[in-house]
């Protein structure tokens, strides 16, 4: 509640849930929604957390003037609660379209509609009816052609889930067996719960309707827990010939069989006569056609890899399954949409990328920083034309995002065994000359060929400038450094030599953009997760993914590092991530490897962070930076996903002050200074320069801020305590000797 969400953005979240817009002043049911000018009314679906408990229905109201939400049913409640989105099947081994529903979540309708028309006697026989057989015999040899099967409910669950579609007497055998060995192994309930998400329903797109979810998001668009009598009675009659009776091709057979359902219904008692007569009076009505596409199929293949290293995927087929993710798929379209316009931008600018014999290709994934948990994940291009994935399985050079944790190591002294920096140390931007281990000069350069002289940290780090950055990793100790980028999982054995400082190094994707998730948790590293618990139906736990955190860097100079990226974003090599619409506080990193083979650009909010890359599998040049290139998809990316983030700042820890800095001397601002050469800079307390400014006078400007015990300061976590600053004196406050 507070937080304003765009209404196109709401709306779409309910409409890809299938929840059902209504243009009526009555009673909302659940499912539906409507937008009475700046209002929007809801009546939630309920639905099954991870650990199985129940979230009922509610109803709702949003304000998007003001942001407020009000719970008819539970004022006390400020949070709306909408069910987790179907991403789609566990075993993509076949073109089938399969959603998972316990029978609770199935209306009695549709179960009874079912059992009226294949197996009306299901609760009284053991898994083979001798009775129905009978009956079929007789009705089949007076019609003088098949017009009745004999199998059960049970049988026909046996065959779809163990054997072979082949008309043989030894299959016929096998069946009844297995049939026997399920009721004797599950309840009848279990059985038919078991059969209504498996049993064959006809084909849409090329792509295999199996359970009666996914048929009623096919036909009706709708989730079946809110299929109509009649909408039930059509999916009952479809099951035994889909093709012949599907509702779109043959809407006369397929009303000719949903009227004998209904008869069949009423015969059996679960409806009466007047509501058969009702029912078969409606013409029948379905939907344009669903497509089942695989939503984010770069992040389900890695998530089954990932389940597969914990648990024996195949054997919970049979009982059903669901991973619960944190991916968002609002954000995913987000992504998958940056990528496409993004690429697209970029090679009408830049025709020459599309003349080499590959694709340009791309990574893009967002993580929560605090939970690590994935929020979206765009492993390439086109997943139909190559499944490799960027983002999980790609190990590229890092480049210049690689320096951040250079000078967060020289920032905080935790991290190194030299001296602190400050965000205005004076770095030497002059060219070095150093002897390699073989014996070889390495001479590196700044990406301009220019030497620019002393700079502060601030500076150099905003401009991306390569020569400080290896200054800073020799004084704060290789070995430091190199400690520091294994600490937030970039690289296990980072080499502890000078060219570390330029992102000499490889990692991933995935690895790079979580370190990066630790600066935007003050410091706090969590290891990515793709997945929260996969549980049977009712909620049993098979497997689980818990937060593996730990404290890399201290608080305040996480915090002088983020302030110092977010004007990479503002006034530096990462401009480019504003071109898109995003405006909320960011910090990043733009990153472009020798002779532009990889281009990167990192970058987050208080509570999101994102990562892209670009490149070609084959390593060619792509002849576009980091800032030029991959800043650009982030900022299409971010622009997008605003609309999913609430509107936080990066709120500075305690031990952080603010002080006037004359940049001519570098000391402490007095009021004889010249305001045109006043800056403001922030200091971890106890590192801040203590002398008024030499130059133009010793009369200090009262300018210090400071966060102190009784002022509100950032807290993203309350559950966990904070890291000692230790205070610094004097002689330490410049970096250097």
Not at 260 to 284: C, D, N
Not at 449 to 477: M, W
Request: hydrophobic letters at 35%; proline letters at 5%.
């Amino acid at each position: 509640s507070g937080w304003k969400f765009p209404p196109q953005t709401l709306t779409k979240e309910l409409k890809r849930r299938l929840y059902r817009r209504r243009n009526t002043t009555a009673s909302l049911q659940e499912g539906e929604f409507r937008i009475v000018g700046d209002r929007l009314d809801v009546v939630s679906r309920s639905f099954h957390t991870p650990l199985g408990e129940i979230v009922p229905s509610q109803e709702y109201s949003y304000d998007f003037l003001s942001g407020e939400l009000l719970n008819h049913d539970n004022p006390r409640v400020t949070t709306l609660w909408l069910e987790p989105e179907p991403l789609g099947p566990l075993f993509p081994s076949e073109r089938r379209a399969e959603y998972t529903r316990i029978l609770e979540e199935i209306p009695l309708h549709v179960q009874q509609a079912i059992i009226a028309i294949e197996d009306e006697r299901f609760y009284a026989h053991y898994g083979i009816d001798f009775v129905g057989i009978g009956r079929a015999l007789v009705q089949n040899i007076l019609a003088r052609r098949i017009v009745q099967g004999g199998s059960t409910l049970t049988q026909q669950l046996a065959k779809n889930l163990f054997l072979s579609p082949e008309r043989t007497i030894k299959r016929k055998i096998l069946e009844l067996l297995a049939a026997l060995s399920l009721e004797r192994r599950f309840e009848k309930n279990k059985i038919l719960e078991l059969y209504l998400n498996e049993v064959y329903l006809g084909q849409e797109g090329g792509v295999a309707l199996h359970g009666v979810e996914s048929a009623a998001r096919a036909f009706f668009h709708k989730n079946i827990k809110d299929v109509t009598l009649e909408e039930g009675a059509l999916l009952a009659g479809i099951i035994q010939a889909p093709s012949y009776y599907n509702p779109r091709k043959h809407p006369s057979r397929a009303k000719q069989k949903r009227d004998l359902v209904l008869r069949k219904m009423e015969e059996a008692g679960y409806i009466t006569q007047q509501e058969a007569s009702r029912t078969q009076s409606l013409p029948i009505t379905v939907e344009k056609g669903f497509i089942h596409a695989e939503k984010a199929p770069f992040f389900a293949q890695a998530l089954r890899g990932e389940l597969s290293k914990v648990i024996h995927l195949e054997a919970t087929r049979l009982t059903g399954a669901h991973v619960y993710t944190g991916l968002s798929l609002g954000l995913q379209q987000c992504a998958e949409q940056a990528v496409e316009d993004g690429l697209g931008e970029l090679e009408k600018l830049h025709p020459r990328l599309t003349k080499k014999k590959e694709p340009l290709e791309v990574g893009l994934v967002a993580i929560s920083p605090y939970s690590g948990l994935v929020r979206a994940w765009v492993g390439g291009r086109n997943f139909k034309v190559n499944q490799f994935d960027h983002v999980m399985l790609a190990q590229r050079q890092i480049g210049s995002t690689a320096k951040p944790f250079v000078y967060l190591t020289a920032l905080d002294d935790t991290l190194n065994s030299y001296k602190v920096a400050t965000a205005r140390s004076i770095l030497a931007d002059e060219p070095i000359s150093l002897e390699q281990p073989d014996g070889t000069i390495w001479e590196p350069e700044n990406y301009d060929k220019k030497f620019r002289g002393d700079v502060t940290l601030r500076y150099a780090l905003e401009h991306s400038i390569n020569l400080p950055a290896i200054f800073v990793a020799r004084r704060a100790g290789l070995p430091s450094v190199s400690k520091t980028f294994e600490a937030f999982g970039i690289h296990q054995h980072a080499p502890a030599v000078p060219s570390l400082a330029l992102g000499s190094i490889e990692s991933s994707l995935l690895q790079l953009t979580a370190a990066y998730g630790g600066l935007a948790n003050n410091g706090l590293y969590t290891h990515p997760r793709l997945f929260r618990e996969m549980t049977d139906l009712e909620g049993t736990r098979y497997a689980t993914s818990i937060v593996r955190e730990r404290q890399v860097s201290q608080e305040a100079p996480t915090y002088v590092l983020t302030n110092i990226l977010q004007g990479v974003i503002e006034r530096g090599t990462g401009r480019a991530a504003r071109a898109y619409g995003f405006s909320g506080e960011a910090a990043g990193k733009t990153g472009t490897t020798n002779e532009t083979r990889d281009a990167w650009f990192i970058g987050y909010t208080p509570t999101l962070v994102a990562g892209v890359w670009l490149g070609y599998d084959s390593n060619a040049k792509v002849g576009l930076t980091g800032g030029a290139s991959a800043a650009h998809l982030w900022g299409r990316f971010m622009g997008c996903a605003e609309a999913y983030l609430p509107p936080l700042q990066f709120l500075p820890p305690k031990d952080i002050i603010v002080e006037s800095i004359d940049t001519e001397s570098g000391e402490l601002a007095t009021s004889d200074c010249p305001q045109d050469q006043v800056i403001q800079e922030i200091f971890v307390r106890g590192t801040e320069p203590l002398s008024p400014c030499s130059k133009h006078g010793s009369r200090r400007f009262d300018s210090q801020w400071a966060i102190d015990e009784d002022t509100p300061y950032a807290e993203p976590n309350p559950t966990r305590s904070r890291s000692r600053i230790k205070r610094k004196g004097f002689w330490e406050y410049l970096f250097g000797k």
